[in-house]
C-alpha cells in the first residue's frame, strides 16, 4: 500500500486544439493507493496453448475507450512475441515455440478463466505462427511484425493496430532493429486469424544522423464522445517514442482521416503541423509501450515504465492530452518480481477498458536476458504482471 500526496501547485499552460490557454493545473499532487492486482496477473499464467508473452495492450471492441468493459463487451488482447506450447509437472514441453504475435479475446470485464480465449495462426506443417505478418510494399522477406497500441475507430468500425516492422540484424546491443512503421486494419465484424485484414506503410518512423529511431504508435488516446472521452474534441492521439532518451511525441487526426497520412499533423511544442520532423519532445524518460488515460479529476495520467526497462512503474499527470507533464511519480517497485538477476521489466502501461471507475488497472511486462535457460526453470516468468491504483 503507498500513498502519495505532494502539495505543489504549479502555474502551466494546457493546450488544447493548438492553442494555450493559461491556467492553474496541478501537475504533482495526487492521492492514490495500489496493489497487486493478482486476479489479472493469474488469467496469464498459462501451462497450455499460449503460455507467455510481452506487448499487451487492450482493446475494447465497441470502441468505448474510455470507460470499463461491460459484462457482455468483448475486449480484444493482442501480445507482441509469445510462447505457444505446453507446461507440465513445472517444466516446459518439447515442441515449444516463440511466435511474434498473438491475440486473446476476454468475454466480459473480469479476469476469469474460462472466458478468454487465444488466437494464432498456423503454417503448412501445422506449427504455430504469427497472426500478423509483414505483407507490405516495404517489407523485406525477413521483417516480422511487433504491435503497439491499437483502437476501434467510430467511423468505419474498423480495428487499426500499429505494426512495427522488425528485423534481426548482427550489430547493436540487442541483436533487432525497428525498420518502419505500418498500420494493420481489421475490418467490422472479422474474427481471428482475420483473413480479410489489410496493411498499409506509413511515415510513422522516424531516422535521425545519429541513427536513433522514433515510431508512432507506442499508445492511443482517442478524444471522441464516441469513445468515451471525457472532454472530446473529436481527435485520436498517437503518441511517439525516439532516442535513448526514450523521448514522447504527439501526432492527431480526426478517425474519418484515420489513413490519409496527409491529414495528420505533429505536435511542434506550440501548434499542429504537417511535418513529422518538426515534432517536438514533450516528456521524456518514457518507455515504448506507454498509455495515456483520462483520470477523474479532469487531468491525465501518462503511465510508462520509468526509462524504458527498470523497475519503476511511472506515472506523469498532464494537463492535457499534450501536456505540459508533470514529474515522474512513482506507482510501484516491480524488485520483487526480480527472483533471478537476469529478470528485467519493460513496458508498464493502463487498461482502462479492465479498469473500474476511478481506478487504473496496470501492467508491466518480465523477461530474462538469458530467455530458455531462464524459462526451463521458472517457465510461467514471460507474462505480464498487474497492479491496481485507485485514486482517491
Given amino acids: 500500500m503507498k500513498k502519495l500526496a505532494l502539495l505543489c501547485i504549479i502555474i502551466c499552460c494546457a493546450m488544447h486544439n493548438g492553442s494555450a490557454q493559461t491556467t492553474a493545473v496541478n501537475l504533482t499532487d495526487i492521492k492514490f493507493t495500489v496493489t497487486e492486482a493478482p486476479e489479472w496477473s493469474a488469467l496469464l499464467k498459462r501451462d497450455k496453448g499460449w503460455f507467455g508473452g510481452d506487448g499487451i495492450y487492450t482493446i475494447p471492441l465497441n470502441g468505448m475507450e474510455g470507460r470499463q468493459a461491460n459484462p457482455n463487451d468483448k475486449v480484444l488482447f493482442i501480445f507482441s512475441d509469445s510462447m505457444i506450447g505446453q507446461i507440465k509437472d513445472g517444466a516446459m514441453q518439447p515442441g515449444y515455440k516463440m511466435i511474434h504475435n498473438a491475440v486473446a479475446i476476454l468475454d466480459g470485464n473480469k479476469p476469469l478463466g474460462n472466458k478468454i480465449k487465444f488466437y494464432w495462426d498456423t503454417d503448412a506443417k501445422g506449427q504455430a505462427e504469427s497472426l500478423f505478418i509483414p505483407k507490405t510494399p ?3 522477406s525477413v ?6 497500441d491499437g483502437f476501434v475507430n467510430e467511423n468505419n468500425h474498423a480495428t487499426y493496430i500499429f505494426g512495427y516492422r522488425v528485423r534481426n540484424v548482427s550489430s547493436g546491443a540487442f541483436g533487432f532493429r525497428e525498420v518502419g512503421n505500418t498500420l494493420i486494419k481489421i475490418p467490422a465484424g472479422s474474427k481471428p486469424p482475420f483473413r480479410n485484414l489489410t496493411q498499409m506503410d506509413t ?13 508512432f504508435g507506442a499508445g492511443v488516446y482517442v478524444n471522441t464522445k464516441g469513445a468515451g472521452a471525457p472532454k472530446p474534441d473529436g481527435y485520436i492521439y498517437t503518441y511517439g517514442v525516439r532516442g535513448m532518451a526514450k523521448n514522447l511525441m504527439v501526432a492527431r487526426v480526426l478517425p474519418a482521416d484515420f489513413e490519409n ?3 495528420w499533423t505533429f505536435w511542434d511544442g506550440a501548434n499542429w503541423v504537417n511535418d513529422i520532423a518538426r515534432a517536438a519532445n514533450i516528456t521524456d524518460g518514457v518507455s515504448n509501450e506507454l498509455s495515456v488515460s483520462a483520470l477523474p479529476d479532469g487531468r491525465y495520467a501518462l503511465v510508462f515504465q520509468h526509462g524504458g526497462m527498470s523497475t519503476t512503474v511511472g506515472m506523469r499527470i498532464g494537463a492535457s492530452p ?6 515522474i511519480i512513482k506507482l510501484w517497485d ?10 528485467v521489466v519493460y513496458n508498464a502501461k493502463a487498461h482502462p477498458s479492465l479498469s473500474a471507475p476511478g481506478e487504473l488497472i496496470i ?19 514471460y507474462r505480464p504482471r498487474f497492479i491496481r491504483v485507485k485514486f482517491e
Fill in 138 to 140: 516495404q517489407t523485406d
Fill in 143 to 148: 521483417d516480422y511484425y511487433w504491435l503497439g
Fill in 203 to 215: 511515415h510513422l518512423y522516424l531516422l535521425d544522423e545519429k541513427a536513433d529511431i522514433g515510431s
Fill in 261 to 263: 497520412m496527409r491529414k
Fill in 322 to 327: 499534450v501536456g505540459p507533464f508533470g514529474p
Fill in 334 to 343: 516491480c524488485k520483487p518480481d526480480l527472483i533471478e538477476k537476469t529478470f
Fill in 363 to 381: 501492467s508491466y511486462n518480465i523477461n530474462s536476458v538469458e530467455f530458455i535457460k531462464d524459462l526451463n526453470v521458472h517457465p510461467n516468468l
